[in-house]
Each structure stands twice: as C-alpha cells, then as structure tokens.
C-alpha cells in the first residue's frame, strides 16, 4: 500500500520535473519545482519521518520565495531558445550510460522495505536505537542523532550556512566598500 | 522500483544541468537532483510498515528496534535539506548579480557579452 502510494508520489515528482525544465515560462518552472519539493515532502511523512516532512515544508516554502525572487521583474517569457541538438544528443548519450550503472549497482541494493542496518553488522544506526533513549535523553531519535551522536555534523551545517548567508550578503549588498584607490571598478 | 523511479528524477535534474542554457533553469535542476538523492537516501532506510523513530507508550524502547525505520539516514538528510537551502540561497544572490551586471540569465549571451568586452 505504502509503495504504491510513493511510487504515485514520484511519478508526479517526475513530471513535474519534466514540466520545470521544459516550461518557456521561468514563473511556472519555478512553481512546478516548488511541487517536487512538496511531493518531496508527502512523501517523507509517508516514510515515517515526520521531523523531515516539516523541515522540507519550510525549506520548499523559502526556496520559493527566493526563487520567485529571481524570476520576478525579469520579464516573465524565456528569452533564450532551446539548446542545439547536438548538446542534446550528447547529454542523452551520457544519461543512458549513468542510467546502466544505475541499473547494475541498484541490482545488489536490497529490496525497498528492509533497511541498511539490517544488512550490515555492526551498523551505527542500530546502536543509535537501542542506546539513544539512554544516552542522550531524546525520545526522538533523529534530534538524537542529529544533536548529539553527530554533532559535529550538524556544527558543519552551521558554518556552511553562515558561509552561505555571508556570501549572499557580499555579492547583494547596495554599497560597496569606499573606492580607496584605482583598483575598484565597479563595486555597485 | 522506487528506486528507480529516484533515479529517473536524477536523471531528468542531469539532463536538466546538461542541455538547459537558463541560469534560473539550471538552478531548478540542482533543486531536482537533490530532491532525488534526499529522497533516495530516505527510501534506503525504510522499513516495511515501519513506524517512525520516535520513542512512545506505542513504540516503546523494547520494541523500537523491531518496528522503527532507520533514523540515520534521516538525520543527514536533515543536515543535507538545510545546506541545499543555503546553497540556494548563496546561487540565487549570485543569479540576480550576473543579471543586474549582463542584463540576461542566458549564459551564451553573458559568454558573448564577456567576450564582446575583452575585444
């Protein structure tokens, strides 16, 4: 039941993909991928990751907003016309490659519905269920993980927000730095 | 099949990256190939019927290990959702930049125009 559902859910994700990449308008592609993302979402709730599917709610809702930004005053029509036929050719050739190393690795990959750490000995992920309650206190074993067992993790995503939001604050900032010599051309 | 059908989505995102000459257009299908690994790598700890990995009076600690799905692999795609939002970000400041200093979001016509000044 289950499968069916997100196998459901991935065929819209799909052609709504397709339908963002071949859109001549940029505002629809970017709502058609906003539906990716929250199909993305459907489907974490279905796969029991509940803290995930509100995460990628709030993320999808941002990333829109910032997308729309973008796409917004520019003149809603896609100025640029398709790509030659000679790229596509090539880039198809390429897919169909990685697609038959996709269909040989995913022949070992165990059958959807049982979990990595039942196939590995020794797999963390086991450790962290059975000892999480007890050592870090958390009933959710996500935040669990997230915050303690992995936390320098979760140290490193935090460095590379900041880096991220500093960066974005340099390339749009309205006033550059004073022109202190001949060096600076354009700093609006 | 779900896998597959992953893979299809990350393919669609690489064609996307491959062929498209819109900055905007190869923003959405960094989107796109990231929804499809987050989500592959979500499917690969799931357990049939299984319940999330939230320890309560239902699934309580005794049982958690039988019934739970694998909060590993959720817990880094958390980290990997938030960092593909500030990667955004920092790719849509560097998008609206090129188009206050070119004029357009397609790269042939920055490439022309950067090439048109060196000359």
Redesign the interface.
């Known amino acids: 039941m289950t499968e069916s559902l997100l196998a459901l859910i991935l065929v819209f994700a799909i052609i709504a993909a397709s339908v963002a990449l071949y859109t001549d308008e940029l505002l629809s592609a970017v709502i058609a991928v906003g539906a990716v993302g929250f199909s993305g979402s459907i489907a974490y709730l279905l796969l029991g990751a509940p803290d995930l599917a509100i995460t990628q709610i709030v993320v999808e809702v941002v990333s829109l907003v910032l997308l729309i930004r973008v796409t917004i005053g520019v003149g809603l029509r896609l100025t640029s016309g398709p790509s030659s036929r000679k790229r596509i050719t090539a880039a198809g050739a390429a897919l169909l490659a990685v697609f038959a190393l996709f269909l040989i690795s995913l022949k070992t990959f165990a059958a959807f519905g049982t979990p990595v750490m039942e196939r590995i000995q020794g797999a963390p992920s086991v450790f962290y269920i059975e000892r999480g309650l007890e050592l870090t206190g958390a009933a959710n074993l996500v935040t669990g993980v997230l915050l303690d067992f992995r936390a320098y993790d979760t140290l490193g995503e935090a460095t590379v927000i900041f880096t991220a939001v500093l960066g974005g604050l340099i390339l749009l900032r309205r006033k550059g730095r004073k022109n202190t010599g001949d060096s600076a051309e354009d700093a609006g | ?9 990350f ?6 990256l ?5 900055i ?2 190869l ?3 960094v ?2 190939i990231e ?1 499809a690994v ?2 592959f790598l ?15 009076s239902v699934t309580s ?1 005794s049982r ?2 039988v019934v ?12 990997s ?10 790719m ?6 090129i ?1 206050h ?1 070119y004029g ?3 790269i ?2 920055i490439a022309a125009k950067i090439r048109e000044k060196k000359e």
Do not use: H, W
């Not at chain 2, 959702?81 to 920092?90: H, T, W």
């Open positions: 099949m779900l896998y597959y059908l992953t893979c299809l989505l393919l669609i995102g690489v064609f996307g491959l062929t498209q000459r819109n905007v257009k923003i959405i299908s989107l796109i929804n987050n989500l979500v499917l690969s700890g799931y357990r049939e019927g299984g319940a999330a990995p939230i320890i309560t600690q958690i290990s739970s799905v694998d909060p590993f692999p959720q817990a880094m795609v958390m980290t959702i938030v960092i593909g939002l500030s990667v955004l970000a920092l849509t400041a560097i998008a609206l930049r188009y200093i357009t979001y397609n042939d016509e």
